[in-house]
């Protein structure tokens, strides 16, 4: 697993950094998706050491 880290914008217009564990980006994505229920991705995940 590797971690990524992203931004998300909440429904009530709260960003927020989040980090989550993945085997690529696209699935880090869709985890975080899962996570914050309506929420949007407003800094694309990338990969962290």
């Given at each position: 697993m590797k971690k990524f880290?992203?931004?998300?914008?909440l429904p009530n217009g709260v960003t927020q950094d989040v980090?989550?564990?993945?085997?690529?980006?696209?699935?880090a994505t869709?985890?975080?998706?899962?996570?914050?229920?309506?929420?949007?991705i407003s800094r694309s995940f990338m990969q962290v050491k």
């Open positions: 880290k992203g931004r998300i914008q980090i989550v564990e993945a085997d690529n980006q696209y699935k869709q985890l975080a998706k899962s996570m914050y229920q309506g929420a949007k």
